[in-house]
């Protein structure tokens, strides 16, 4: 069975600082991993995603993350964010062959001026 | 515009009242998956299909039920039998049943009951 951890609940974070957002994720096979946004009371946004090759994957919004197999974990970055970014991000995986995900219990990025 | 629309936005339902949510999809996606998300418990399958006239349970089905006669859609219904209902329902679907595409989500419906 997989599961994902997102390790912050929160993040606070000032206007034009970089961030990190965690995810680390435990599966006995090679898996997809996906990272979503969520505006409130609103559905779900891809930001990027990791099938294979490149270990850092480029997604929208100027986000990106990388892919460390031998430590299960695929951490979101920014260089600089905006009060737009505010939002809850999900960190997913779903084995490979598998369609279904499986969902950390998101973060909430807080972008104060 | 290609998507996926939920109806209703909001939902009001007496407890012992069995409820329908609605998803319909216009993207051609053969999968389709329904999510409850919780406060601070992040999103957990309910069931899924990956074909029409076939669903499966995901990891919390107890209490609802789904079918699948069209493609397109995937309506949900929460019956009384389901003791903690009050949540914000995401429908989604996805072009692959293997893996490794994006999933489309809905704008999602939020249940309360009252």
């Known amino acids: 069975a997989q599961s994902v951890t997102q390790l912050d609940s929160q993040v606070p974070v000032f206007e034009e600082a970089p961030v990190e957002l965690r995810c680390n994720y435990s599966s006995s096979v090679s898996v997809y991993l996906f990272w979503y946004v969520q505006y409130p009371n609103q559905g779900l946004q891809l930001l990027l995603k990791y099938l294979s090759g490149s270990t850092l994957v480029k997604g929208i919004n100027g986000f990106e993350a990388e892919f460390n197999k031998s430590q299960t974990s695929f951490h979101l970055r920014k260089p600089s964010v905006h009060i737009s970014d505010t939002a809850e991000y999900f960190c997913?995986?779903?084995?490979?062959?598998?369609?279904?995900?499986?969902f950390g219990k998101g973060t909430m990025l807080l972008v104060s001026p | 515009d290609g998507g996926i629309t939920q109806s209703p936005k909001y939902l009001f339902r007496k407890e012992g009242q069995n409820v329908t949510l609605s998803c319909e999809q216009n993207l051609n996606h053969d999968a389709m998956y329904w999510y409850r998300q919780d406060p601070g418990q992040g999103l957990r399958l309910i069931y899924y299909s990956q074909i029409v006239n076939d669903f499966q349970k995901g990891d919390i089905a107890e209490g609802y039920s789904v079918s699948r006669e069209k493609k397109e859609s995937f309506p949900l219904t929460v019956t009384s039998a389901q003791k903690n209902p009050t949540a914000f329902y995401l429908c989604a679907s996805s072009t692959r049943t293997d893996g490794g595409t994006e999933a489309f989500f809905g704008q999602g419906t939020r249940l309360t009951v009252v």
């Open positions: 997913a995986v779903s084995d490979q062959g598998y369609s279904t995900l499986t």
